[in-house]
């Protein structure tokens, strides 16, 4: 978790020095302008597609968590949001091998960067969609009685995000789909799919 969290928080403080220099490049001096920053975190509900799994792989809950910052780029109508997150995915398989059900669990734990465009639909409710660039971190495979390092992963996923949000005073909630553009497992065609809900705080 140490080595997480120093990886976080380096990705965040580069994405804090570029989000200001495009924020004072776009603000105006009114307030409304001015960006604001948090912290959110949630639930993961993770799978892949299908690919040559023959019989399919079903949803791993789990968690991420990091921070996000909103620049305006049209004044209460479009924003930028780039986020750097800890995301905890993977999916869980069964088989049955001489009688006996068996079912092991792929614990694949990525650095997720989104970068989406958020249009306001009023003051609360906003829409938010754009690329997810994640970077694999960790990988294993837990079945019932053992637990092993693997590297069928590839090390890098491009992703599309899209979803919903909703800004009470500092409070944020969120719900957000993405879907992998390549492949997953290597020579599996499988593709990343996850659901995410979860809350924010606005500094």
């Not at 220099?21 to 960006?35: A, C, I, L, M």
């Not at 989104?114 to 409710?125: D, M, Q, S, T």
């Amino acid at each position: 978790m140490k080595k997480v969290f120093y990886v976080c928080l380096t990705l965040f403080s580069i994405h804090y020095s570029s989000a200001q220099e495009v924020q004072s490049s776009v603000s105006s001096p009114s307030s409304d302008n001015k960006g604001t920053y948090g912290i959110k975190g949630g639930l993961n509900f993770s799978t892949i597609t299908k690919g040559n799994f023959d019989e399919g792989a079903d949803p791993r809950t789990s968690y991420y968590i990091g921070f996000f910052s909103e620049i305006p780029l049209i004044n209460k109508v479009l924003s930028l949001q780039p986020e750097v997150l800890y995301s905890r995915q993977g999916f869980e398989t069964n088989f049955r091998l001489l009688g006996t059900n068996y079912k092991q669990e792929y614990r694949i734990d990525y650095i997720n960067v989104p970068v989406l465009a958020k249009i306001h639909l009023g003051r609360v409710l906003a829409v938010e969609a754009g690329p997810q660039f994640g970077f694999k971190i960790n990988e294993k495979i837990k079945s019932e009685n053992s637990t092993s390092t693997n590297d069928d992963v590839n090390s890098f996923d491009t992703a599309l995000a899209a979803g919903l949000s909703l800004k009470i005073d500092d409070f944020l909630i969120s719900g957000r789909y993405t879907y992998s553009f390549n492949e997953v497992i290597k020579n599996t065609d499988s593709k990343n799919s996850v659901f995410q809900i979860g809350i924010g705080f606005y500094f």
